[in-house]
Structures are given as structure tokens and as C-alpha cells.
């Protein structure tokens, strides 16, 4: 007689699930492939664009042989991302920003100086020609962290997923895109990935218009400083010892903001390139990128 297959109680396939879930770290919500990219339909709004970034550990911060180094970003140490999660291509522009809240706080809007349409593009085609059509898709500004939050839980309220801003870890992990040098294209300042100060018109420019990182984030050097999830007063304890999914001070009196912006030198755009603000600071300075959790169906 033949022995029957080998059949497993529902209890102990989920037992084998759940360890599998735990070592793995699957997560069915997020599992995709490095770089690829989902867009998120909002109803009566617009669309927005999110990069698959994969988990992984990187070198955050900087060492003491970088010449252009900051005393906050100091010292260099380990930091793991358990979990992929799906980053804004873009920093948040003014058509986005309008679309959800009805309103644009922007400065730079209706303005005859707004953006540059007629500046020479260095990613001519494709995202450049989706995005670079003017003052609506230049990034948001003057808006403060509080008003980010009011975006966020807006954009929550159509429950197509959860939204929020990135961790500190997790901007400069995505904007390192693997990379260890000053800038996430090398050590040396080079004019077609960024904006800033000396080539910016002294104005923000439209998102997606210069050359995107590895992974495909854009404007992650220059153009915007964005706010990020976290209170600091320090990067870390600095210890140098390897830390997991940092989050910051539980409570604080500033935000981090990471990256330069178009009106500040080059070097400061480096990828460790850190500072603070009061969250309910506004300035022509600083927009913001989001992240995404899918819904688990």
C-alpha cells in the first residue's frame, strides 16, 4: 500500500511561515526589485512616482579624512536598512502639492523668474520632458515639517497605502545609493546631476532635470534641502558602533533637513551633508520627498 503525501496541520505551515517571514525578512507589501518603479494614482489628484530601494547596510556619515566634513556628521559608522521601502522619485513639486491640498505656499509661483524653462537640460527626454514643463513641477517650498505632515495625512485619507516622510538613515542610504564617495557620483563636483548656487539662476528649478543616482532618485543633490522624519540634535551617539533602522531623538526642538539646495555652495551637497531646522521653520529652501508603504491586501 502506498504511504500517503506527507501532509502538514495548518499550524505547523504556519509555524514554517512565520520563521521564514522573521529570517527572511519577507515582506509582500514591499518585495520588488532595486530601482524599479510603481506609480501611486491619487483620485482627483496626481500621479506620483516611487522607487523600489532594497535593504542593505551602508557607511553613513563622514570619516575624518573628508576634508569638506561638518562636526554633526562625524563619526562614520554602520547603519542597516532591514526593510526595502519605496522613496518619491522626485521632491515634491508644486502641481503635486496643489493637487492634494489645493493651495501652493510656494514662493517662487506665478512668478515671471520661477524655474528656467529655457535652461539648457542635462537629462533631455524622458523624465526630464514628463517634469520639466515649467513652475508647476518645480519642487514645493515654503513649507514647513508641520505643513509635510498635513500632506501626509491627507494623502493617508485616499488609502491608497501609508505615506510618510523617510528616516534621516533612510535619505542618505537612498541618496548613497551604494556608493561611499562625497557626492553619490563620485568625488568630484559635477554640474549634470545638481543644482546649486552657481548654476541655479538663483532659483529652484523643475525636479528631474538634471541626471538621476543609481537607484534613480532624482534632485537628491542640490535643488532642495528636504526634511526628514527625524528630532536630532546629533547624528548619533558616536559610538561608531552599528546601529539598525536609527530613527533620532524621541523628542526634540529640531528637524534634520538633508542635502543642499540651489542657494548654497556645491560642497554642500554632499551626500553626508546634514543640518537642523524648527519644524515650523518655512523657507524658500527646503521642500521634501515621501515615502510609501503599499497596502497589504
Known sequence: MKKSALFLPPVILALIFTVLFII???NPAVCA???EVKTVFIKDGESFDFIYIP?????MGSDLSD???DQTEWPAHTVKISRGFWLL???VTQSQ????MKSNPSYFKNRS???NEDSPLDNPGGDTQKYHSGRDNCPVEKVSWYDCEKFIAALNSKEVGVFRLPSEAEWEYACRAETQTSYYWGDSIDEKYFWHMDNAYNKPQAVCS???NKWGLYDMSGNMSEWCADWGKSPHDRSGETVCDPKGEPVGEYKVVRDGNWAIRAVHSRSARRSLKKPDDKDMYTGFRIVWEPAVK
Open 24 to 26: 527572511f525578512n519577507f
Open 33 to 35: 526589485e532595486t530601482g
Open 55 to 59: 535593504a542593505g547596510s551602508f557607511l
Open 67 to 69: 576634508a569638506d566634513r
Open 89 to 91: 522619485k522626485n521632491e
Open 97 to 100: 502639492w496643489q493637487s492634494v
Open 113 to 115: 523668474d520661477a524655474g
Open 210 to 212: 538634471k541626471l538621476p
